[in-house]
């Protein structure tokens, strides 16, 4: 995984002061539970999906490894009193409190991954998914020369504050620095979503059906000065 630094602390209003950093081993859980997020999926709608979900992030071969994500963390909550999952201390010692994920990576192994993700088996000894066979026999996502944003999500008090948007240029920025292709897949009914990606210069690719539903693909096409 190649490394990248984080952006420097961002004041959004009065009340918030978010920071992005690249996420550790012990914001498993949080990403986990972000990740289904971004599917629209709770952990109290599947537990179970959930605790696969957590052994997932923790498996270095995995599409969702933890060392592939960004963390937003807001460092104006004070979170000492509280049992937040990911709550940490920031280096002048404030309290901080994840709010957000982008989870983005280069595609080049994305087919084995994706292979590997969905063949995986659980300590309970059972699949990732009941309709594991259905999930291997998808298109890829994604492929070599993309870095494909694989999910973003933002904890509900938290959005339509720039958050999003924060944790996107983030992964532009990045592809733009190992010179990959930005794409993502969104829901089109999505329309917040679908004008935050053409408001950053994403545009419509193609139609792809993946768990289930049809998905646009939205690819971002770096221009430069000849």
């Known amino acids: 995984t190649r490394s990248h630094p984080t952006s ?5 209003s009065f009340f918030f002061m978010i920071t992005l950093r690249k996420a550790r ?42 060392s592939r994500a960004v963390i937003a963390m807001d ?22 409190l994840p709010i957000g994920l982008c ?13 590997y993700s969905f063949s995986f088996v659980c300590k309970d000894r059972k699949p990732v998914s009941e309709n594991n066979a259905e999930l291997l026999a998808q298109p890829d996502e994604s492929e070599a020369g993309e870095m494909y944003v694989d999910s973003l999500a933002v904890i509900p008090e938290y959005r339509g504050k720039g958050i999003g ?9 990045r592809a733009e620095d190992m010179a990959l292709t930005p794409t993502i897949l969104v829901n089109p009914n999505n329309t917040p979503a679908v004008k935050l990606y053409r408001s950053v210069g994403f545009e419509y690719g193609e139609e792809m059906r993946v768990f289930g539903e049809d998905y646009h693909k939205y690819k971002k096409t770096w221009h430069y000065p000849t």
């Open 8 to 12: 420097p602390k961002i004041t959004l």
């Open 25 to 66: 081993y012990e914001d498993s859980e949080f990403i986990a539970r972000m990740v289904m997020m971004a599917l629209h999926i709770t952990e109290e709608e599947n537990p179970r999906l959930y605790n696969h979900m957590v052994e997932l992030v923790k498996d270095e071969k995995i599409l969702y490894h933890w």
């Open 75 to 96: 460092a104006t909550i004070n979170t000492k009193n509280t049992s937040i999952i990911g709550s940490t201390l920031s280096q002048e010692g404030q309290s901080c």
């Open 103 to 115: 989870l983005a990576y280069d595609g080049i192994d994305y087919h084995e991954r994706r292979v």
């Open 165 to 173: 948007r924060m944790l996107l240029m983030d992964a532009l920025k």
